[in-house]
């Protein structure tokens, strides 16, 4: 098939940047939309430009490096799935396809489809992790976990960290990122001593790193390539309440 | 070079321990004065970096990714083995250090493997405690299946993402260091070469992909923990990003580099579906415990599986190896489905794969038990392929998947550059000839958590200590030769693209050093390389500049690398004129097609000292002892 692509170019985070057109001109099936990005690169090196940057690594879904607003949705149409999990089968002969990268104010752009999420580290920093030494674990069987915990901790924890919540959100906000780690560790007994701390830390970071507010829009699960639930975020802010009457506070 | 692998005396199962208590600690008051350097931050590199910061050291962590969680350590799937016994079927530190030298085929070092055995209990117990969701039974203890040609359950699991829980917990231990100030971290900073001062690896050289910034950082001791080079071969499984940069640059500091040619082929993949492919994806082989493996009985058949009858269907590693059958260890059960394909029987439109067929498993377990142990591969192999695995059976070949060689370390994991040390996948590791299903996660964090942080205080304890900044002039030398470099690969402006010459190299590569290798197809690939790389030189068109964020240049650099690692690749696999594990020549078969290994002239590691680019370079040994575990053929009939 033959399509049309509409890229965001900007050269620096301080450049001014603006859609240039691509011709992607025999694309098969099978392909995923990255292979179609490096088609379409190859022809750019081989003509002499500037190969479009995006971001991506394990292609497999997994390892939340890639990311890109299409056709107006984050990953693209198809849901659950992240870009490079996306493929050509999902497009026409003829499509026009517009390819953007993600969009707020804490994610600043550094060069055409990339941009910053080192955001997101600051706010694990905060306190998404449990304190424990290196060799100073009781036996892995001495604290039986019950299943559904086991499996509701799983489920927060497969949060890919991709940033596709914060660019669909109209608030920008990353309280889904955000929730979804602070979930995994609560629903854990070792998370439990930190656990009110950990949400006051985390959210506070989250507000400083220039993430809007929740306004429980809900556009973040829409888009989210691991299902990560915005109940999440109700169960994050119940544990911020508990903080705030108990008097926790972040130091 | 001389290569010492300061294997400590006593009984095996005393020998960690004894050299635990052997070891010379760092007074808590001086930890904070030494510089360690990690380079790389997947599981081995961030279990390092964080434990040497909890430690008291001063830490400084380097990775070409965004963020450390996004390391290739990510990906893995199936699980991670420890020797814990909850399932009481018998297993034990001993039996899971038999199986890894077993599995190995004789080519690892049975120290260091008990040594892994043991340290593999600890693991579990501390990514636990970190909040890894491993999977639980319904009385809440952990859960465990088997994994790859083992006979005993012992494979800890979190659904088809273990890598990527294990990596969260040691990204998350890491992430706590670097607030409490112990660690900085170095995001975006690519190392492209080592410094090497007074015979002491005293630092690296990074290129910060952003800005471009070349600059020299300074420590006491370096650690290299920046994973495998299976994308020597272009299609592999590995993440894009994966590559052999700071290793061949250690090795061309001296740093022997050991067995390069023990590479393995992932028997469970995705066949190639055209020419425009840039990675393969591996379908986690937890799949071969309830799939079954087969292809049509008669070669050219091209019906669909379903008209295909049973009788006419051909489970072949069922047929050949009864008691193993489709759990046969990943060499054979690759090498069994290239013979498959070879002869005729490969299906698939590019006829290029086997069947990997689910039908009797969900009518034995049903739907939901299959969906519930595997759900979330069938999703990502319906995505991939546009068919439904629950209907069709999925069609899979071998990939490139994991490197067993890597940088030659004695039993401190220090390289032959003193002050170099090297962890996870860049090591030569405990794999020997060939890894076994869910060894790589534990031998990663084995050497991260709980071995490294403690060989490398050692030596730090015992060096001399000389603070040194990055004017040194032999740091600045290395500066200059790194700028130099790229300001080369951005001025040739030639015609072909870095992917064009990095898919030409792949192809020589699986070709003449893949699956099977023969000294004629080897001898083909010396003269092919060193003329590709030629052209890579002449012809290549590196578009940018060096001052800014530039992908092409980042290729550019690892694909150069490349080129050069693959001949001492292609030495190694010539060289070793047996077949073991992993390496399979086919001049060295035995009379039912399995690889014949030479005990009496090969029981040992090979490793590589650079003389030059295009030089070959000097072998050396060293000799494998197996006292505890017999020598003898691997047989899974
Ligand atoms: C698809 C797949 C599935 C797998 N499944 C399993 C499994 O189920 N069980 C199992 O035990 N093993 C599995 N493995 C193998 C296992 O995942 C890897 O061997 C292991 O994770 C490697 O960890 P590592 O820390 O050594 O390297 P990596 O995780 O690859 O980390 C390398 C680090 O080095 C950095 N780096 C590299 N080069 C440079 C440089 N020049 N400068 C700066 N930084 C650099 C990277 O940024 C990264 O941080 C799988 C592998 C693959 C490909
Ligand atoms: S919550 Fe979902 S969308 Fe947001 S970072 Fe995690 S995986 Fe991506
Ligand atoms: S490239 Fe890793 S999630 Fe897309």
Known sequence: MDLTLHV???ETSSASGSFQTYKAAGVSDSMSFLDMLDLVNERITRDGGDPIAFEHDCREGICGSCGMVINGIAHGPHKMTTA?????RSFSDGDEIWIEPWRAKAFPVLKDLVVERAAFDRIIQAGGYISVRTGSAPDANAIAVPKPDADLAFDAAACIGCGACVAACPNASAMLFTAAKAAHLSYVPQGQTERLGRAAAMVMTHDEEGFGNCTNHGACQEVCPKGISVNYISRLNRDL???TLTGISVG | MQLDAKIPSGPIAEKWTRHQFDMKLVNPANKRKYKVIVVGTGLAGGAAAATMGELGYNVEAFTFHDSPRRAHSIAAQGGINAAKNYQGDGDSVYRLFYDTVKGGDFRSREANVHRLAELSLNIIDQAVAQGVPFAREYGGLLANRSFGGAQVSRTFYARGQTGQQLLLGAYQALERQIAAGTVTMHNRAEMLDLIVVDG???????????????EAHMADAVMLGTGGYSNVFFLSTNAMGCNVTSAWRAHKRGAGFANPCFTQIHPTCIPQSGEYQSKLTLMSESLRNDGRIWVPAKAGDTRPAAQIPEAERDYYLERIYPS???????????????EMVDAGHGIGPMRNGVFLDFADAIERLGRDVVSERYGNLFEMYAKITGENPY?????????????MGGLWVDYNLETTVPGLFSIGEANFSDHGANRLGASALMQGLADGYFIAPLTVGNYLAAAPREPMDAEHPAAQAVVREVEETQARLLGIQGSRTVDSIHMELGRIMWDHCGMARNAEGLRKALE????????????VRVPGSAATLNQSLEKAGRVADFLEFAETMCHDALTRDESCGGHFREEHVTEDGEARRDDENFAHAAVWEFRGVGEAPIRHQEPLTFDHVPLSQRSYK
């Open chain 1, 8 to 10: 965001w170019r900007q």
């Open chain 2, 324 to 338: 193993f059958g489709n759990l046969s260890p990943r060499d054979i059960a690759s090498r069994r489905a290239k």
């Open chain 2, 391 to 403: 209907e069709v059976p999925m069609r899979i070949y071998p990939a490139p998947h994991y490197t």
């Open chain 1, 241 to 243: 309440l508990k903080a």
């Open chain 1, 84 to 88: 490079c999990q996306l493929h050509m």
């Open chain 2, 200 to 214: 002491r690896a005293r630092g690296i050289v990074t290129r910060h992909m952003v800005t471009g910034k070349i």
């Open chain 2, 528 to 539: 092919e390389i060193p003329r590709l790389r030629q052209e890579f030189w002449e012809n």
